[in-house]
């Protein structure tokens, strides 16, 4: 039988991505902003789940900087992403960090159809927003987590604010990120993401902004989220 569905990918996006692979480990190049975003991710996961011992999903993982801290927890961490050459270079990343992760070349939705409830912990960072249907890959998330399992979104709303910041600012004043990095359409604000994952059988625990600090150009949590935000989320048991 033919499979009809429309992929849920950019092509656009993923050959984005691809061009700039051999860059996801250098600290000061365009992956800058995740880097230094990184620990605050990973504590954030950390105030809601434990990690050692735990089986992870990390989802749109590009060159594995969130996969490999995580596996650096002691978690058990599975990296997806559709663009082949960053996996590529994560694979290669390993030989040089010894971290253990598994990477696979697979769709969100088409990992949570063969590995359903399979894992505690189900990260998707910055991904949101670079996909023609966010609420699929949010379902697909929900799918792959266990009951009682917790999922993590990270992205940026949509409003003026955000535009001023993480487009005019961020990819033209500053230079933090390649112009054409974001599309304000595909921005999501937290009520909208709310309501995606409350449809895919998510119970929204919190929403946490991420700020940045121009004067001395480090990134923290905050209570505003009106621009770069995160979510935590469980999956009920029944
Ligand atoms: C901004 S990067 C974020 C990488 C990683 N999650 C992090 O935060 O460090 C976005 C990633 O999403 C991936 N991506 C874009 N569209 C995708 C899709 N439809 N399915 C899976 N990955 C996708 C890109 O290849 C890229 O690696």
Same mark, same amino acid.
Request: charged share 20%; aromatic share 10%.
């Given at each position: 039988m033919t499979d009809t569905r429309t992929p849920? #990918?950019?092509?656009?996006?993923? +050959?984005?991505? @691809?061009?700039?692979?051999?860059? $996801? $480990?250098?600290?000061?190049?365009?992956?800058?902003? /995740?880097?230094?975003?990184?620990?605050?991710?990973?504590?954030?996961?950390?105030?809601? @789940?434990?990690?050692?011992?735990?089986? #992870?999903?990390?989802?749109? !993982?590009?060159?594995?900087?969130?996969s490999e801290a995580l596996s650096e927890q002691g978690a058990t961490v599975t990296g997806i992403d559709l663009a082949e050459k960053s996996l590529k270079v994560a694979k290669l990343h390993l030989l040089e960090s010894g971290n253990q992760v598994e990477y696979r070349c697979i769709a969100a939705e088409d990992m949570a159809t063969q590995h359903? +409830?399979?894992?505690?912990? #189900?990260? !998707?960072?910055?991904?949101?927003?670079? &996909?023609? *249907?966010?609420? *699929? #890959? &949010?379902?697909? !998330?929900?799918? /792959?987590?266990?009951?009682?399992?917790?999922? =993590? =979104?990270?992205?940026? *709303?949509?409003?003026?604010?955000?535009?001023?910041?993480?487009?005019?600012?961020?990819?033209?004043?500053?230079?933090?990120?390649?112009?054409?990095?974001?599309?304000?359409?595909?921005?999501?604000k937290p009520s909208e993401l709310s309501r995606m994952a409350r449809h895919a059988g998510l119970e929204v625990v919190d929403v946490r902004g991420m700020g940045y600090n121009l004067l001395d150009q480090t990134y923290h949590l905050s209570n505003q989220t009106d621009v770069n935000y995160m979510m935590a989320c469980r999956k009920a048991n029944p």
């Open positions: 849920n #990918v950019d092509d656009a996006e993923i +050959a984005k991505f @691809s061009e700039l692979a051999h860059k $996801w $480990w250098d600290k000061e190049s365009e992956f800058k902003p /995740l880097h230094q975003i990184n620990p605050l991710r990973l504590g954030y996961i950390q105030e809601f @789940s434990p990690l050692s011992g735990h089986q #992870v999903i990390d989802v749109g !993982c590009g060159g594995g900087i969130l359903p +409830a399979q894992f505690d912990v #189900v990260t !998707c960072m910055e991904l949101l927003e670079h &996909v023609p *249907s966010p609420d *699929s #890959v &949010v379902q697909a !998330c929900a799918q /792959l987590a266990k009951p009682g399992g917790w999922v =993590f =979104f990270s992205t940026i *709303s949509r409003n003026p604010k955000a535009y001023l910041q993480a487009i005019l600012g961020a990819e033209y004043l500053l230079g933090l990120l390649p112009r054409g990095t974001h599309e304000y359409a595909r921005f999501l």
